[in-house]
């Protein structure tokens, strides 16, 4: 059974970068579309980026679009959120899922995974002076 686990979180300063892992136990390659989903306290959750194994196909929401930059490691079976220019803004819980192929990327990071959905434990992003 797939198992996710991130890593990479945790305090910045505004306007520094972090590179976040989601680590998959088997290989995800044609197989699932893996997102990265934040949430912060008292804030509904947001898909920030997807990406489909099968063909590269990405997606951002915009309030990312042109900081963060998902990327997929096939041989690594590892998928990296790579954030840049940092805001405060930014601080949430950031966690990474898998669909096996019942939504395309930006449905995924739309409309959030599918209950049946595979789903990693979370990391902490803190952006703070």
């Known amino acids: 059974q797939l198992q996710l686990v991130e890593s990479g979180g945790g305090s910045v300063q505004p306007g520094g970068s972090l590179r976040l892992s989601c680590a998959a136990s088997v290989s995800i390659l044609d197989k699932y579309v893996i997102g990265w989903f934040r949430q912060a306290p008292g804030k509904e959750r947001e898909g920030v980026s997807c990406i489909s194994s099968r063909d590269g196909n990405r997606y951002y929401a915009d309030s990312v679009k042109g900081r963060f930059t998902i990327s997929l490691d096939n041989a690594e079976n590892t998928v990296y959120l790579q954030m840049n220019s940092l805001k405060p803004e930014d601080t949430a819980v950031y966690s990474c899922?898998?669909?096996?192929?019942?939504?395309?990327?930006?449905?995924?990071?739309?409309?959030?995974?599918?209950?049946?959905?595979?789903w990693g434990q979370g990391t902490q992003v803190t952006v703070s002076s």
């Open positions: 899922a898998a669909d096996p192929y019942t939504l395309a990327a930006q449905a995924m990071c739309d409309l959030g995974p599918l209950p049946d959905d595979y």
